[in-house]
């Protein structure tokens, strides 16, 4: 008999009450009181999805500089006017969306919706501020780029996703060389718009309370976006293994991509599962083998990446260069294993009992609610999704995790890319793999 | 407008010992069916053997390697399909493991712990393969990575001169290669004993029921005795020093001022002042530094200024470090950056803070903590934390308050302790491209 104590009846969670309600301006409030600490998390997020490739250095510098500065305040009274309510606010751009989040002691929630007001409408984006944000960000991409990880990020992207801009993880040096104040005022101007945004507030306040702060304060922000058309996402094609030469690399870094389910659709929770049993926790099958048998890594990871256009099924493994072959070879059996051979049904338990727990516990707090609930409504998806997604995984079968693994994580649909040292990894890696190597 | 007094969140707690010595600290809060649990024990990478760096870290990973129930990778396997997470950390002065877990498995989790507490399963089969996992750890977070373990790693080496506080804590692969089983189960024996440790529950629980499950499980640990913890105290520097490291995948220079603190948990309202001038220094578009270096004369493309080698001011007794540290991309600029930040502290050292800007960082560095302690594995950790090093989980709640207390003159008193004479000063050459 095991000596490890058994679980108790399990306490569901309280019933979220998540309220909604549309500004005369369109912008969509939700709001849910989760009192804790006195704070509110602010979530607003701006669609920005494009078309064309140009506009994420444009996106992106509109994003450095919406901080720096109003008609009325400088860069630093503004830094200051936030500081001073017990705020703290950032900007996220990405290729479908901008974003200001952030956390305010909860008094000050309806003076911070006013400052946000003031830069969503008279953000300056003076030269000064578009000139010095340039010349940072080309150091900050010199230096991004000079991990491996951001490289090999890079080159996957393009291996699956060409020239849409969802292959761009980081906009090109040359764009942000480019990218004019007339022209991210003019992006500000035709984008940054509340019909189709939206806000979320979530912590020591009360619905009625944030929506008549988030009313009065963003009364002046007005106007509909008018986004350029997005290009459907392509589909990916399969191609030989890229390696990119980083010599003296002490690892190698693989990854892996294929095209996943979105969460809208019914084999979602299967698809979700897979994941987790085949690299998506620690207890996985990957981690397990390569990690905690074989000490080639110090962690892979498999995750489903959610955009706008549609899901990414992505793997990660930084590993020593010495082993870069064994670890793929242990990878692609693992892909091979789990898209031809059925799970078990102590693997589905597990991994059940993990998706149900970790959701429960990342949005036990205001700030994982927040970004939780912003995430899942700014792809489609409805706050119910919350309470209702549990109920979806209890009823998973291992024949639908297994026909979900077979699909998607069949090895000859991914394409795979390593950045790492050619002279010692390329040799052992055509032994197992079509090899291209990189021309850059 | 910002209110005059800040709102305080509210915590119960509850303390036992158990005749083991084992100290506990209960935090009940039944708002959402979540528990947090954390064991501390006090020993980090300053208690290490000479010979044997990094070995505070690889022995971290050896307490999840299976122990007296349980096989190798079985306490993974209990945390997650019980809808939990898990992890460990390392720090100058202490070790913590921690699982967030669903309450309905209160006492499995406590089980887990004790049964790691009682007796990891330490054999040359997982401590071999722990060693080729933590050198993959180092690869991928240092010796791949542009910038990786700077400047935690070499600042130390320049800034103190017993083996103690300035070895690299990550550790030499000729020091974990050497690392032995026996070596494993005379550290275990020495330093993890309840004596030494502090464990703290906070969630979804009843104090009561808790307590009786903590007496079952960890009442049966035998009692130890509580290692003495050495005087780890160096004096202050009287004149500067200069180190330099190289970074091969670094396309930019970086720097590292690093300086002596003494003592934070005996003159903790000194310590609050310093923790007040970081941010006044270097925290947001208005601080100090980010004003004159960054949006300025743009000498620098990012500059922050912290204390505690990971960035926590609280996690370190005697000696502590107050840390300021850049990327800039003029090679020859290192001057006039140091010139500036000099001039910048000279200037809180002389003439004080401005208006407003005392109860602004304050004001803000409330709030940071609020929101730390939202997750209840943060409340857990952060609790443990200071009934570990400072003697007193309440203090953490008081925090806020002590804040408000600060003045203009402990500021003042708080910058002029980082003169140049008291400090080591580490350029990174990058190697790397451009």
Same mark, same amino acid.
């Given at each position: 008999?095991?000596?490890?104590?058994?679980?108790?009846?399990?306490?569901? &969670?309280?019933?979220?009450?998540?309220?909604?309600?549309?500004?005369?301006?369109?912008?969509?409030?939700?709001?849910?009181?989760?009192?804790?600490?006195?704070?509110?998390?602010?979530?607003?997020?701006?669609?920005?999805?494009?078309?064309?490739?140009?506009?994420?250095?444009?996106?992106?510098?509109?994003?450095?500089?919406?901080?720096?500065?109003?008609?009325?305040?400088?860069?630093?009274?503004?830094?200051?006017?936030?500081?001073?309510?017990?705020?703290?606010?950032?900007?996220?751009?990405?290729?479908?969306?901008?974003?200001?989040?952030?956390?305010?002691?909860?008094?000050?929630?309806?003076?911070?919706?006013?400052?946000?007001?003031?830069?969503?409408?008279?953000?300056?984006?003076?030269?000064?501020?578009?000139?010095?944000?340039?010349?940072?960000?080309?150091?900050?991409?010199?230096?991004?780029?000079?991990?491996?990880?951001?490289?090999?990020?890079?080159?996957?992207?393009?291996?699956?996703?060409?020239? /849409?801009?969802?292959?761009?993880?980081?906009?090109?040096?040359?764009?942000?060389?480019?990218?004019?104040?007339?022209?991210?005022?003019?992006? /500000?101007?035709?984008?940054?718009?509340?019909?189709?945004?939206?806000?979320?507030?979530?912590?020591?306040?009360?619905?009625?309370?944030?929506?008549?702060?988030?009313?009065?304060?963003?009364?002046?922000?007005?106007?509909?976006?008018?986004?350029?058309?997005?290009?459907?996402?392509?589909?990916?094609?399969?191609?030989?293994?890229?390696?990119?030469?980083?010599?003296?690399?002490?690892?190698?870094?693989?990854?892996?991509?294929?095209?996943?389910?979105?969460?809208?659709?019914?084999?979602?929770?299967?698809?979700?599962?897979?994941?987790?049993?085949?690299?998506?926790?620690?207890?996985?099958?990957?981690?397990?083998?390569?990690?905690?048998?074989?000490?080639?890594?110090?962690?892979?990871?498999? /995750?489903?990446?959610?955009?706008?256009?549609?899901?990414?099924?992505?793997?990660?493994?930084?590993?020593?260069?010495?082993?870069?072959?064994?670890?793929?070879?242990?990878?692609?059996?693992?892909?091979?294993?789990?898209?031809?051979?059925?799970?078990?049904?102590?693997?589905?338990?597990?991994?059940?009992?993990?998706?149900?727990?970790?959701?429960?516990?990342?949005?036990?707090?205001?700030?994982?609610?927040?970004?939780?609930?912003?995430?899942?409504?700014?792809?489609?998806?409805? &706050?119910?999704?919350?309470?209702?997604?549990?109920?979806?995984?209890?009823?998973?079968?291992?024949?639908?995790?297994?026909?979900?693994?077979?699909?998607?994580?069949?090895?000859?649909?991914?394409?795979?890319?390593?950045?790492?040292?050619?002279?010692?990894?390329?040799?052992?890696?055509?032994?197992?793999?079509?090899?291209?190597?990189?021309?850059? | 407008?910002?209110?005059?007094?800040?709102?305080?969140?509210?915590?119960? !707690?509850?303390?036992?010992?158990?005749?083991?010595?084992?100290?506990?600290?209960?935090? $009940?809060?039944?708002?959402?069916?979540?528990?947090?649990?954390?064991?501390?024990?006090?020993?980090?990478?300053?208690?290490?053997?000479?010979?044997?760096?990094?070995?505070?870290?690889?022995?971290?990973? !050896?307490?999840?390697?299976?122990?007296?129930?349980?096989?190798?990778?079985?306490?993974?396997?209990?945390?997650?399909?019980?809808?939990?997470?898990?992890?460990?950390?390392?720090?100058?002065?202490?070790?913590?493991?921690?699982?967030?877990?669903?309450?309905?498995?209160?006492?499995?989790?406590?089980?887990?712990?004790?049964?790691?507490? +009682?007796?990891?399963?330490?054999?040359?089969?997982?401590?071999?393969?722990?060693?080729?996992?933590?050198?993959?750890?180092?690869?991928?977070?240092?010796?791949?990575?542009?910038?990786?373990?700077?400047?935690?790693?070499?600042?130390?080496?320049?800034?103190?001169?017993?083996?103690?506080?300035?070895?690299?804590?990550?550790?030499?692969?000729?020091?974990?290669?050497?690392?032995?089983?026996?070596?494993?189960?005379?550290?275990?024996?020495?330093?993890?004993?309840?004596?030494?440790?502090?464990?703290?529950?906070?969630?979804?629980?009843?104090?009561?029921?808790?307590?009786?499950?903590?007496?079952?499980?960890?009442?049966?640990?035998?009692?130890?005795?509580?290692?003495?913890?050495?005087?780890?105290?160096?004096?202050?520097?009287?004149?500067?020093?200069?180190?330099?490291?190289?970074?091969?995948?670094?396309?930019?220079?970086?720097?590292?001022?690093?300086?002596?603190?003494?003592?934070?948990?005996?003159?903790?309202?000194?310590?609050?002042?310093?923790?007040?001038?970081? #941010?006044? +220094?270097?925290?947001?578009?208005?601080?100090?530094?980010?004003?004159?270096?960054?949006?300025?004369? %743009?000498?620098?493309?990012?500059?922050?200024?912290?204390?505690?080698?990971?960035?926590?001011?609280?996690? #370190?007794?005697?000696?502590?470090?107050?840390?300021?540290?850049?990327?800039?991309?003029?090679?020859?600029?290192?001057?006039?950056?140091?010139?500036?930040?000099?001039?910048?502290?000279?200037?809180?050292?002389?003439?004080?803070?401005?208006?407003?800007?005392?109860?602004?960082?304050?004001?803000? +560095?409330?709030?940071?903590?609020?929101?730390? !302690?939202?997750?209840?594995?943060? %409340?857990?950790?952060?609790?443990?934390?200071? #009934?570990?090093?400072?003697?007193?989980?309440?203090? *953490?709640?008081? *925090?806020?308050?002590?804040?408000?207390?600060?003045?203009?003159?402990?500021?003042?008193?708080?910058?002029?302790?980082?003169? $140049?004479?008291?400090?080591?000063?580490?350029? *990174?050459?990058?190697?790397?491209?451009?």
């Amino acid at each position: 008999m095991s000596a490890v104590p058994a679980l108790t009846a399990p306490v569901r &969670p309280r019933k979220l009450s998540v309220s909604e309600t549309v500004l005369d301006s369109g912008l969509r409030v939700i709001a849910v009181r989760r009192p804790g600490v006195p704070l509110v998390e602010i979530r607003l997020r701006v669609p920005m999805i494009s078309g064309r490739t140009a506009q994420a250095a444009q996106a992106v510098l509109l994003g450095e500089t919406l901080l720096a500065g109003t008609k009325r305040l400088d860069r630093a009274a503004l830094a200051g006017a936030i500081a001073s309510l017990g705020a703290d606010l950032s900007v996220g751009v990405d290729a479908d969306r901008l974003s200001i989040g952030g956390s305010v002691l909860a008094p000050n929630l309806p003076a911070l919706l006013s400052l946000i007001s003031e830069i969503l409408t008279d953000a300056s984006h003076a030269k000064s501020e578009v000139d010095g944000e340039r010349s940072r960000m080309l150091e900050r991409l010199s230096i991004a780029r000079s991990q491996a990880g951001v490289v090999a990020r890079e080159a996957l992207g393009r291996r699956m996703y060409g020239t /849409h801009p969802y292959a761009l993880d980081l906009p090109d040096d040359s764009d942000i060389a480019a990218a004019t104040p007339a022209q991210i005022r003019s992006l /500000h101007s035709r984008l940054i718009r509340p019909a189709g945004a939206i806000l979320v507030l979530v912590g020591d306040v009360t619905p009625s309370r944030g929506f008549t702060a988030a009313a009065k304060a963003l009364a002046g922000w007005q106007g509909a976006s008018q986004p350029s058309r997005a290009l459907p996402l392509p589909a990916i094609q399969t191609a030989p293994l890229l390696l990119v030469d980083r010599p003296g690399s002490v690892q190698s870094s693989l990854r892996m991509g294929s095209s996943a389910l979105t969460r809208l659709d019914a084999g979602y929770p299967a698809l979700q599962l897979a994941n987790m049993i085949f690299g998506g926790y620690f207890s996985s099958r990957w981690n397990e083998n390569i990690r905690e048998d074989k000490g080639y890594t110090y962690g892979p990871h498999s /995750h489903i990446d959610h955009g706008v256009l549609g899901s990414s099924l992505l793997l990660d493994a930084d590993v020593a260069t010495d082993v870069t072959a064994p670890a793929l070879l242990e990878t692609l059996y693992e892909l091979g294993r789990i898209s031809s051979l059925p799970v078990t049904e102590a693997e589905l338990d597990a991994v059940r009992q993990y998706a149900i727990g970790t959701l429960a516990l990342s949005t036990a707090t205001q700030a994982g609610l927040a970004s939780t609930l912003s995430g899942l409504i700014g792809v489609g998806v409805g &706050p119910e999704w919350l309470a209702e997604h549990p109920r979806r995984l209890a009823k998973v079968t291992v024949d639908e995790v297994s026909a979900a693994a077979a699909t998607y994580f069949a090895p000859s649909r991914f394409v795979s890319v390593v950045v790492g040292d050619s002279a010692t990894v390329r040799t052992p890696l055509e032994r197992i793999i079509d090899v291209e190597r990189s021309s850059s | 407008m910002p209110r005059a007094t800040l709102p305080v969140p509210v915590y119960e !707690l509850h303390h036992l010992v158990l005749p083991n010595g084992l100290r506990v600290v209960l935090a $009940p809060d039944r708002s959402a069916p979540v528990v947090g649990i954390g064991v501390l024990y006090d020993v980090g990478i300053r208690s290490e053997p000479e010979g044997r760096t990094g070995f505070a870290h690889l022995f971290e990973h !050896l307490m999840f390697q299976g122990s007296a129930n349980l096989e190798k990778l079985e306490h993974f396997r209990y945390v997650q399909s019980s809808g939990g997470t898990f992890n460990g950390s390392t720090h100058f002065d202490y070790t913590n493991y921690f699982e967030a877990m669903p309450s309905n498995a209160l006492e499995r989790v406590i089980f887990l712990e004790a049964d790691r507490m +009682l007796a990891p399963r330490i054999t040359e089969e997982n401590l071999a393969n722990q060693i080729a996992v933590v050198k993959e750890e180092i690869r991928v977070n240092v010796l791949n990575r542009p910038y990786g373990g700077f400047p935690w790693i070499e600042l130390p080496a320049v800034l103190f001169d017993t083996f103690a506080n300035s070895h690299n804590g990550y550790g030499g692969f000729v020091d974990l290669e050497s690392a032995t089983v026996a070596d494993a189960a005379g550290f275990f024996d020495r330093y993890y004993a309840p004596a030494n440790a502090v464990l703290c529950l906070a969630g979804d629980f009843d104090p009561d029921n808790a307590q009786a499950l903590i007496e079952k499980h960890f009442g049966p640990v035998p009692r130890r005795d509580r290692p003495v913890r050495p005087d780890f105290s160096e004096p202050a520097l009287q004149q500067e020093r200069r180190g330099e490291t190289h970074d091969a995948h670094a396309p930019m220079p970086a720097v590292a001022l690093g300086y002596r603190i003494a003592d934070p948990v005996g003159d903790l309202d000194s310590h609050l002042a310093r923790v007040l001038l970081s #941010e006044i +220094l270097a925290d947001g578009d208005a601080s100090r530094f980010q004003r004159r270096l960054v949006q300025g004369d %743009r000498s620098v493309t990012d500059i922050g200024a912290y204390l505690g080698e990971f960035g926590d001011p609280f996690d #370190e007794r005697d000696p502590t470090t107050f840390t300021i540290s850049a990327h800039y991309p003029d090679r020859d600029g290192l001057p006039g950056i140091l010139a500036a930040i000099d001039q910048e502290i000279t200037a809180v050292a002389d003439s004080g803070t401005l208006p407003g800007e005392l109860d602004r960082v304050r004001t803000r +560095l409330a709030s940071q903590m609020y929101r730390q !302690l939202d997750p209840v594995l943060g %409340r857990t950790l952060s609790f443990a934390k200071f #009934e570990l090093i400072y003697g007193r989980a309440e203090l *953490l709640l008081e *925090l806020s308050t002590r804040l408000q207390a600060v003045t203009d003159d402990q500021i003042r008193t708080a910058a002029a302790e980082l003169a $140049p004479s008291h400090r080591a000063v580490v350029e *990174l050459i990058p190697g790397g491209a451009r």
